[in-house]
């Protein structure tokens, strides 16, 4: 019995540990979903919950195993527990006016769950994109955010950004410059055109169109993995690392990552960066990828 109570001892620990990483990766996947959306890594984000899952999976099979018994006294128990629950299961009938306030609430909740996005990144009847040079019109749009359609944002609103050129939006704050580049990213569904090479953009399979595209996010975004691997996110292929280390030399990032303890290898949830470090860090990851159109 002693032998049992240590192996369940250890398996709840595994099955502990693994969950609390699927919860880590699910919180950073939802709060960081801009990111993850701009470089088509919503497989990778699955695959990784996926892998967590199995681990909690088998555990739990394991601990069966090793429980699968049962004494006198706890069966007892058990038939206890069944009889007081028949009890209140009976008196359940007295919980219908709250079951019925708060039926809407679940509603609303499913409503969210449902909900389907207006632009579908995997559109199989959008056009597939080869290659782009990154020229962009944003032509006579209007545009209203979703919570808020009555307050026009955009009206009849035009910018023209040449391929090959460096193109800065400058105004004051709230005036519109990140929701330009939302529209770009085709994280909202203009009135009107935004083209990408003469193309509506919503003609586009959107997947297909920010493999060629690269997004750094006012707010530096890290996720708690080495910073090696924070910058190995935007690559689409397999990258040695000298490439990694020349792709964060252009973000000159390159001098204080050397200098930390472990280079590279440093967790970036174990060491404090400050937000111009984290930033070139996201340039680094940017640059990785490649990009026709940063």
């Known amino acids: 019995m002693y032998t049992g109570k240590v192996l ?4 709840y620990k595994e099955a502990i540990e693994a969950q609390q990483e699927r919860i880590k990766v699910a919180a950073e996947a939802v709060s960081n979903h801009c990111t993850i959306t701009s470089f088509c890594s919503q497989e990778r984000i699955l695959k990784m919950l996926r892998k967590f899952d199995e681990g909690p999976r088998r555990e739990n099979v394991r601990q069966a195993w090793f429980a699968g018994y049962i004494t006198a006294k ?3 128990q058990t038939f206890l527990v069944m009889v007081r629950t028949s009890l209140l299961i009976a008196e359940a009938a007295s919980l219908t006016p709250d079951l019925a306030k708060n039926t809407e609430v679940v509603r609303a909740l499913f409503d969210i769950i449902d909900c389907c996005t207006q632009i579908e990144p995997d559109d199989s009847s959008g056009y597939l994109v080869e290659e782009i040079t990154g020229h962009v019109e944003i032509c006579d749009i209007d545009f209203a ?26 105004g004051q704050s ?3 410059k990140s929701t330009i580049i939302n529209l770009i990213e085709g994280f909202y569904d203009p009135c009107k055109v935004v083209k990408k090479d003469g193309r509506d953009i919503r003609s586009y399979t959107l997947r297909s169109l920010r493999k060629h595209t690269a997004l750094v996010s006012q707010e530096p975004t890290l996720f708690s993995s080495t910073i090696g691997e924070n910058i190995l996110y935007g690559a689409l292929d397999k990258i040695n690392e000298s490439e990694v280390i020349e792709a964060a030399k252009a973000a000159n990032a390159h001098d204080f990552i050397a200098g930390l303890a472990d280079g590279y290898d440093n967790w970036c949830g174990g060491v404090q960066l400050s937000g111009d470090q984290k930033q070139r860090i996201t340039i680094a990851r940017a640059i990785l990828k490649n990009p026709m159109m940063l």
Do not use: C, H, Q, W
């Open 8 to 11: 369940l001892k250890s398996m």
């Open 74 to 76: 706890a069966f007892t």
């Open 145 to 170: 955010y979703p919570a808020r359609p009555n307050v026009i944002f955009f009206e009849d609103f035009s910018i023209t950004m040449e391929a090959g050129k460096l193109t800065a939006l400058v």
């Open 174 to 176: 709230g005036s519109g």
